[in-house]
């Protein structure tokens, strides 16, 4: 059987099967448009790319050192910074710091620059950047770990003088850079002040002038005011307090300009400059710090030079004319990186806050004036950065330096201590110092350095009214006690002999109209006339003879010299201090002359002169007469009593040398008879190579 089938008018026309697209028929319109619509986007994200690394690299171009030394102008900074420990970081690291931010706004900031420079509307010098600088947290510490402790390290500073032999002095210490934190038992020296926060208060554009300080240590907050300061307490509270940080001592840290002293004294101590060149550290410091139109001008004068040796040392030139030139090339290199006279840039032309010499450094705050409300000062104290300078003249090798110093006293320990020691000199110092010439430059001794006494520290506020009136001894009248007298006082002491100004221990200023009576009623004295105090002057051990003879042994060069501040002192002064143990002759003094003095030198010289039978000391060369009979007194009287034929007495005891019994005349050859060696009547054997004039001066005829 079949089915029926369904009824036509039922049945739907079927559809044909839709075939598979072949591989070359062409895409519709729609699909074509597409491509162009990729293709631009990738050229545009191409461009963008290609936009995007040309803007950075010309953004980071813009902060490198080429592109900022590009300005003529700025060829003073460019020139100190090739010779500077940052010589290898691109500007921007430090002027403009990382982030983009940081980098457009510096942009936008200094475009000002690109009109600026070339219509010359800028300042000579060019200022430094004090107030645009970004913070050193950001900036210095990219590189520098702030809590890096560092270990004392030595410096020499070597200094030439202006001498024929440009004589080398050397200064040595070690310098306490210090830092790392409290807590590791740290924490100390130069960088004291990274972990201790200290603000201040600067009254002036280049923070020179700091008038204000407040420091935190320990848990304490301390406010210093300078003594010179006009601040009122509303002023203070109203101004901008900056919180100290690298840049207020590094602030010259890669543009640096020397002092040309500095750089002469270097080079010569690196060999750039021949050191052994007669004359070159004067005529390097005449060229060097004179002041010059142009470039030009200080290159032909500084090559002058060379003509002054060929003029005024022609055989030092004739000799030596490869170290002239060395040395004017030299100079002139010295010149060409410090100072530039179409910008008006010098080394004075920017302050530069390390150390405390060219200037105020280090003494803008530790000058010894700025006090707090109780009278302690921000502590002026040379070991608290570096060790007490040791200094080593011309042909002297250089101290050794102790690493560890002794425990201070408590009174080294007071805040204003350099300003009262000067006040507080006495015989306790010479338990831990040498205190030969104290205030005095020769470097006899410790209180004689000339690294401290020979330099003007005129940044430091010693004399300051409010620290000599904290310093200084107290006034008259006093609440408190004053000092007693360590020596004996007399009828005829006179207390300005060594009280004085400019005396051995200067009183006050306020004392200068002061009697002895005056200061006796204040200091008192329980030693007696007589009596030796404990590390009083000591007594004098032999006869006196009046102030002559005091400096004819005592002075500089003599057999027993004073203090270079006894100088000018009379017999008076010397004998208000020194007494006499006894009138006379004492046990230990000068022997007493055993024989009959006839008069004149020349007897003495005949047996005491150098080579002669009892030659005398090399330091007696130039005495007279009158300076032997002061300390060697006569045991015999001038005139001898008529002797014996035998010239003893009764007892054996010799009067004296023996008269001759006979006249001169013909016969005045003594040693015809009296030759030591085998006369008629010898002389003793102790007389040989004595000549007949020798003979003569103690021996007379006795008629």
Known sequence: MTENPLPEATMQPQEPPVEPPQENVVPSKRRRRRWPWVLGALATLAVLFVFFISSVTLLDYTESTPFCSLCHVMYPERTAYDNSPHSRVECGTCHVGPGVMAAVKAKLANARYVWVYPLKLYEKPIPSPIKSLRPTTIICEQCHWPQKFYTERLSIIPDYAQDEQNSLTQTELLLKTGGGAQGAGLGRGIH????????????????????????????????????????????????????????????????IFN???????????????????????????????KSYASEAEATAAIAGVADLYKTQHADIYSARQGDVETAVAGLQAIFAKNAFPFMNVNWESHPDNIGHKDFPGCFRCHDGKHLSSDNKAIRLECNICHSIPQVAGP??????IPVASAAEPETHRSTTW???????????????????????????????????????????????????????PPTVPSKGVPNPVPHPISATTDCQTCHGPDKVKPYPENHSAFTSDMCTGCHQTA???????????????????????????????????????????????????????????????APAIPHLVSGGMGECQSCHGADAVKPWPANHAAFTPDLCTNCHALSQPSTAPEAAPDDEDSEG???????????????????????????IKPAPADHAGRTSDQCQTCHQPKA
């Open 192 to 255: 004291w002040h990274i972990e201790n926060p200290v603000y201040y208060i600067a009254t002036d554009e280049k923070r020179q002038d700091i008038a204000w300080v407040q420091a935190e240590y320990d848990g304490a907050i301390t406010e210093y005011i300078s003594t010179d300061s006009t601040l009122t307490p509303k002023d203070i509270a109203q101004a901008e307090k900056r919180k100290m940080d690298c840049v207020d001592c590094h602030n010259r840290a890669t543009h």
């Open 259 to 289: 002092n040309p002293a500095t750089s002469l004294n270097e080079a010569m101590a690196s060999g750039s400059i021949p050191a052994d060149l007669p004359f070159i550290k004067q005529y390097g410091s005449e060229v060097l710090t």
């Open 395 to 400: 042909g002297q090798p250089l101290p050794a």
């Open 418 to 472: 350099l300003a009262e020691h000067r006040y507080k000199f006495d015989t306790s110092c010479e338990s831990c110092h040498t205190v030969d010439n104290p205030g005095g430059s020769d470097n006899s001794s410790f209180c004689s350095n000339s690294a401290c006494h020979a330099s003007e520290w005129k940044y430091v506020g010693l004399d300051a009214p409010k620290v000599r009136e904290l310093s200084a």
């Open 527 to 589: 030693l007696k006339e007589g009596a030796a105090a404990p590390g009083a002057a000591p007594a004098i051990p032999h006869q006196l003879a009046g102030m002559g003879e005091c400096k004819n042994c005592h002075a500089a060069g003599g057999i027993k010299p004073w203090p270079a501040n006894h100088a000018a002192f009379t017999p008076d002064i010397c004998t208000n201090c020194h007494k006499a143990d006894q009138p006379g002759v004492v046990p230990g003094a």
């Open 653 to 679: 005891e010799t009067q004296g040398p023996p008269t001759i019994p006979h006249n001169l005349t013909g016969r005045d050859d003594c040693l015809a008879c009296h030759n030591p060696t085998g006369g």
